[in-house]
């Protein structure tokens, strides 16, 4: 049997969570909860209409009342459940708390404390050994 580690493609691991997430494109704004999430995209359970693959949208998860995590990206996939949104842009002051989210929630949190040390250790463009 292969390892599941092996054969996972993701530049980094998901964790799976459930707390409420606005999607928004313009005037239309998309409420539900989210399902997946790494430092490199998420997956948002909801109402998808409204919504097409390749947009450009804003993703806003609520931690609390007083923290939210703002982010930028586009929808790579609209399904009848949910969107599947690649990150584009995480803004310095949600860094932090996407990085707590991720690791807080994953089921190997010192697998994604080395994914996080390698990838921002690289250099830009830099990818791993053949």
């Known amino acids: 049997m292969a390892d599941p580690a092996s054969s996972n493609k993701r530049e980094f691991?998901?964790?799976h969570v459930h707390v409420t997430t606005t999607?928004?494109?313009g005037a239309t704004r998309v409420s539900g909860k989210l399902r997946d999430v790494s430092m490199k995209g998420v997956f948002v359970t909801c109402d998808a209409s409204g919504l097409t693959g390749g947009e450009a949208c804003s993703v806003e998860v609520v931690l609390s009342e007083e923290v939210r995590v703002s982010l930028k990206g586009h929808v790579v996939r609209a399904e009848p459940t949910g969107l599947a949104i690649v990150l584009d842009e995480i803004p310095v002051e949600s860094f932090?708390?996407?990085q707590q989210l991720?690791?807080?929630n994953a089921d190997d949190p010192e697998r994604v404390e080395r994914e996080l040390t390698e990838r921002?250790?690289?250099?830009p463009g830099a990818g791993s050994p053949a």
Do not use: A, C
């Open 13 to 15: 691991s998901r964790s």
């Open 23 to 25: 999607v928004s494109r």
């Open 96 to 98: 932090h708390h996407l």
């Open 102 to 104: 991720v690791i807080y």
């Open 120 to 123: 921002l250790s690289s250099p």
